[in-house]
């Protein structure tokens, strides 16, 4: 049986409460229902096509039958421009039933929205083995055009074969990974759209017709008016504020006793939301409200998808220069620029936040130095500041050793300590055995690999989509120095972007 929210006086964002302590929690954590009720319908089956629509469809039809005849075996990719302006997220929310794919980098001019699939790599089995996977993406890379990119991402414990509620059905679509090679895009780059087809040939030009017809489905839509988004009327924590407590206090003991530096436990917040919603109507309301992140949605199939704005880079490969990025310890932002001043320089200065960063720029310069040479690291340790919270920030370069490829990398620096912990195989035993959830592909890699480049994204300030449910995914760092009670308000904080567009940001929604 759900319980209905206990009335309790509001607490200011990322404090603690003063007081007694809360009522001990519920063994099994139950839904906990939120005042808001009202429910907006959404009708995404109304299109209507910009002015001009036919005619660019027409002339990509023409550039594929071109393409289609000549008889190297190679990806190609075709494009037009697109008159006028639309979001390539608008564009892409139009075609609700396909394979779909979202990706704008956090310093790169370019957004592209993807629907369709050309090829796919995708493996469902664990462990993933990294030197298979990067054949067969260098096989079908070879002799590519440059625009030419696999999408998606994997599982955070893409190690782990199968145990009990893992992987929870809901990921199944995702697999332990998955790369897309769409075959329509809405690309945006310079301020220019343009809508690409991309073609395997020799084996595509069978198809061609097959191809054209479906380019005649893919609609260019007038700008939509803004859809607002369904409230949820009910929320629920896994693991429940009494588990949290009980999880983080074994990781400090651990800690104490020598058995592990520091373990990342993260939380799952479910909302419901009484109809079904389209995932990327979530994330075209967090973009805008996410400045300085990398925005993504991954869609396998109709139905649930994988959304985020992540602060946090992987690594960025362009040829053999690799860049990479700690980003760990947290505080909100100031109300005030007085009280923003103040609680940055709390982050710059506190030891416990400071050891919390340190563990992971210090694995990333040592698993980076495993396929980099010249791995090279500031002194000073700095701030990446965001919308609504702030992190210490450390850049790390390298150049590629011979013979090392993206998938070396990703093997390399994944899971890096701002997601799993130290010793990584302690830590990642340790997440397995004690969150009551599976992670899925939140905390995975999420990005692109091109030939010769690639960028990825740490998957987190992320959720899962799915008809009328949407569970968001965060976590904390844990070290020496942390307190329950304050790693919890962390996690607050840090879904506080998409509890704010959920319109639950009210800290009186918290369930504990
Ligand atoms: C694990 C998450 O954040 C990581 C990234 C930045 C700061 C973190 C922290 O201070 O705990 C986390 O390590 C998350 O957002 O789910
Ligand atoms: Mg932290």
Redesign the pocket.
């Known amino acids: 049986m759900p319980r209905p929210l206990p009335s309790r006086s509001a607490t200011p964002h990322g404090r603690r409460r003063e007081g007694p302590p809360p009522p001990a929690p519920p063994l099994h954590p139950r839904p906990v229902f939120l005042t808001h009720t009202s429910m907006l319908d959404l009708d995404p089956t109304v299109i209507r096509d910009i002015e001009g629509a036919d005619d660019v469809r027409a002339a990509l039809a023409d550039r594929i039958r071109d393409a289609t005849r000549s008889s190297a075996a190679r990806t190609v990719r075709v494009s037009v421009p697109v008159p006028g302006r639309m979001r390539p997220i608008d564009w892409v929310r139009a075609r609700s039933s396909a394979e779909a794919v979202y990706w704008s980098g956090r310093d790169e001019d370019r957004t592209v929205a993807a629907c369709g699939t050309a090829d796919v790599v995708s493996g469902s089995t664990a462990p993933v083995d990294y030197q298979a996977l990067g054949r067969v993406l260098d096989e079908r890379l070879d002799g590519a055009d440059s625009g030419v990119r696999y999408y998606g991402g994997m599982r955070f414990d893409a190690g782990q074969p199968t145990a009990p509620n893992r992987p929870d059905g809901r990921w199944a679509p995702f697999g332990t990974y998955r790369f897309v090679l769409p075959r329509f895009e809405l690309v945006e780059a310079d301020g220019t759209l343009r809508l690409v087809c991309t073609l395997v040939l020799p084996r595509d030009a069978e198809r061609v017709d097959e191809i054209v017809d479906a380019l005649g489905a893919v609609a260019l839509p007038v700008p939509s008016e803004h859809t607002a988004l369904p409230r949820p009327h009910q929320r629920q924590d896994v693991p429940g504020h009494g588990e949290w407590t009980d999880m983080v206090r074994w990781a400090l003991d651990a800690i104490d006793g020598g058995s592990l530096d520091k373990v ?1 436990l ?1 939380r799952r917040v479910a909302l419901s939301l009484g109809a079904p919603m389209d995932p990327l109507l979530v994330l075209s309301h967090l973009e805008p409200a996410t400045p300085g992140c990398y925005h993504f949605a991954v869609r396998p199939s109709r139905g649930a998808a994988f959304v985020g704005a992540s602060p ?1 880079r992987l690594f960025r490969r362009a040829g053999r220069t690799v860049v990479s990025e700690a ?4 505080r909100p932002r100031g109300e005030t620029a007085a009280e923003d001043a103040r609680l940055r320089q709390e982050l710059l200065q506190s030891p416990k ?1 400071r050891r ?1 960063h340190a563990f ?1 720029r210090d694995a990333i310069r040592d698993d980076l130095d495993r396929v980099c040479r010249e791995v090279r690291i500031p002194k000073k340790r700095g701030e990446l500041a965001l919308a609504r919270g702030r ?1 210490l920030h450390a850049r790390i370069t390298g150049t590629l050793r011979p013979d090392t490829g993206t998938t070396d990398v990703l093997e390399a620096l994944h899971p890096t300590p ?2 799993g912990g130290v010793p990584t195989d302690d830590a990642v035993a340790a997440i397995r055995a004690r969150e009551p959830f599976d992670r899925g592909w ?2 995975g890699p999420v990005g692109w690999v091109g030939r010769d480049a690639a960028e990825f994204a ?1 998957g ?2 992320a959720g899962l989509v799915e008809e009328a449910q949407m569970a968001l ?5 844990i070290v020496e120095g942390s307190a329950p009670d304050r790693e919890w308000d ?2 607050e904080q ?1 879904i506080g972007d998409f509890a704010a567009i959920m319109g639950v940001s009210d800290p009186r929604m918290a369930s504990r």
């Open positions: 990342v993260a946090e980003v760990a310890g947290t936040e919390e992971v992190h701002a997601v939140y905390a740490v987190l300030r995914f965060s976590g904390a760092g962390e996690i840090k």
